[in-house]
Nanobody, 120 residues
Framework: QVQLVESGGGLVQPGGSLRLSCTAS????????MGWYRQAPGKQRELVAT???????NYADSVKGRFTIARDNLKNTVYLQMNSLKPEDTAVYYC??????????????WGQGTQVTVSS
């Protein structure tokens, strides 16, 4: 049974920081591309950042320079360090794990989400 368990969300003032964590079980974590997505009320889910098995990263333009994604394969955990938070960063943040086999079969899993609220 695959589980992705997020933690670290909460309420923070504009300009503040939060670190999200996502711990995976039931998968070979090191081969998966891990990512963070977010969904604000009334909006579609959007990509925030991804980190491939080899460590290469990709960020949405809106978070470049403010957010950092990292992974610890020994702990089966991916992190999202969020600095200089803005009210528009308010959303439910979801952890994502993706792997495509050599035959192209997708293996995609999602966490349950953690709320991040940026407000004074």
């Amino acid at each position: 049974q695959v589980q992705l368990v997020e933690s670290g969300g909460g309420l923070v003032q504009p300009g503040g920081s939060l670190r999200l964590s996502c711990t995976a079980s039931g998968i070979i974590f090191s081969i998966y591309t891990m990512g963070w997505y977010r969904q604000a009320p009334g909006k579609q889910r959007e990509l925030v950042a991804t980190i491939a098995s080899g460590g290469s990263t990709n960020y949405a333009d809106s978070v470049k320079g403010r957010f950092t994604i990292a992974r610890d394969n020994l702990k089966n955990t991916v992190y999202l360090q969020m600095n200089s938070l803005k009210p528009e960063d308010t959303a439910v943040y979801y952890c994502n794990a993706e792997y495509y086999s050599s035959y192209g079969s997708p293996y995609v899993y999602w966490g349950q989400g953690t709320q991040v609220t940026v407000s004074s």
